[in-house]
Nanobody, 127 residues
Framework: EVQLQASGGGLVQAGGSLTLSCAASGFRSGSYAIGWFRQAPGKEREGVSCFNSDDGSTFAVNSVKGRFTISSDKSNNIVYLQMNSLKPEDTGVYYC????????????????????WGKGTQVTVSS
């Protein structure tokens, strides 16, 4: 079974940076997709960015383009989310999720939900 562990959250001032990590294991297929999602208090969960292992392609929602970068260490099945120029509106619980053998699905300009989920990590950006 696919297991995911997210880490790297914390408290940072606006304009600062954080890097989240998602360590994944248990994939049965030769390829996978990993996405980062976030949920702010009182808001719906939002798919922020995703990575496809088969061709290295990525996607990011407009609100984080140019500020967040998703990357991977394929040999260790770790996907990172480098977050720069953080804003208070980036505050929320960040989750990594995965699909085994299926690519990212983008729907309505955001990453669609995935099958496997890890526990979240809190990101708080102070103004």
């Amino acid at each position: 079974e696919v297991q995911l562990q997210a880490s790297g959250g914390g408290l940072v001032q606006a304009g600062g940076s954080l890097t989240l990590s998602c360590a994944a294991s248990g994939f049965r297929s030769g390829s996978y997709a990993i996405g980062w999602f976030r949920q702010a208090p009182g808001k719906e969960r939002e798919g922020v960015s995703c990575f496809n292992s088969d061709d290295g392609s990525t996607f990011a929602v407009n609100s984080v383009k140019g500020r967040f970068t998703i990357s991977s260490d394929k040999s260790n099945n770790i996907v990172y989310l480098q977050m720069n120029s953080l804003k208070p509106e980036d505050t929320g619980v960040y989750y990594c999720a995965a699909e085994d053998g299926i690519r990212c699905t983008v729907f309505g300009g955001t990453v669609a939900g995935m099958e496997y989920w890890g526990k979240g990590t809190q990101v708080t950006v102070s103004s």
